[in-house]
């Protein structure tokens, strides 16, 4: 296996010594890409948040610095992941602000319409059944409710070259502005906002659960 398949492998699924080393790299290298991607997404004070995909957590810990009422929980399918998560986030675990947990967008432990807000940032090229995922995401999204997809990286024929490569070798899909839009829409997800940054292939794109 090479470098970069054995990287991509660590992203899909991040786990052992080095997965933790990999975990601590996207916590500070998603910093930005995060800021950017939040930076359009209303968050109140008692909001109730999911990010799926947590990682190494760091989302959920800037998440938690914004809900003063709320609550934010932090899901991955990876054991290792959650046991890091809880590691960084232990001060708002123990506040009770933040809750880590081990699943499967698939199938999500929790009752229909729980969260204000949903967040997947660099983690929905590695979902088995992306149509089956988003339903599930709907199911769980509070009426009025947003999820955001935050992804450094789009198909776009700028970086056509990379990115195949990083599909072949990492079994991800990278999907197109317009195919992650298509998907929703199906899925009944409306108000769908997309924002690119072309030079850097960063997307971000927004939808609303209205019935
Ligand atoms: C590239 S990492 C991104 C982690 C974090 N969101 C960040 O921005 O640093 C992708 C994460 O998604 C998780 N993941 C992938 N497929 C998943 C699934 N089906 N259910 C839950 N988590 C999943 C992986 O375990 C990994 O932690």
């Not at 890409?33 to 930076?39: A, C, P, S």
């Not at 450094?152 to 899909?173: A, T, V």
């Not at 317009?178 to 690119?196: C, H, Q, R, S, Y």
Request: aromatic letters at 10%; charged letters at 35%.
């Amino acid at each position: 296996m090479s470098e970069i398949a054995r990287r991509l492998d660590q992203c899909r699924k991040p786990t052992g010594d080095v997965g933790k080393i990999v975990v601590e790299n996207m916590n500070e290298g998603h910093y930005n890409l995060t800021t950017w991607g939040l930076d359009k997404v209303d968050i109140n004070n008692n909001f109730v948040i999911l990010d799926v995909g947590c990682g190494g957590g760091k989302t959920v810990n800037r998440l938690a610095e914004k809900v003063e009422s709320g609550k934010v929980y932090g899901m991955d399918y990876s054991d290792d992941c959650v046991k890091w998560s809880i590691g960084l986030n232990r001060k708002y675990i123990d506040e009770n602000k933040v809750e880590i947990f081990q699943g499967t967008v698939e199938s999500i432990p929790f009752k229909n319409e729980k969260f204000d807000l949903i967040t997947a940032i660099e983690t929905v090229y590695f979902w088995p059944d992306i149509k089956d995922s988003f339903k599930e995401i709907k199911r769980i999204l509070k009426i009025g409710g947003t999820f955001v997809i935050i992804n450094e990286m789009y198909r776009s024929d700028k970086f056509k070259d990379r990115n195949e490569k990083f599909e072949e070798l990492g079994s991800m899909n990278i999907f197109s502005s317009n195919e992650l839009e298509i998907l929703l829409k199906d899925v009944g997800f409306e108000k769908i906002e997309t924002d690119l940054i072309e030079d850097k292939n960063w997307l971000r794109c927004m939808c609303k659960k209205s019935i």
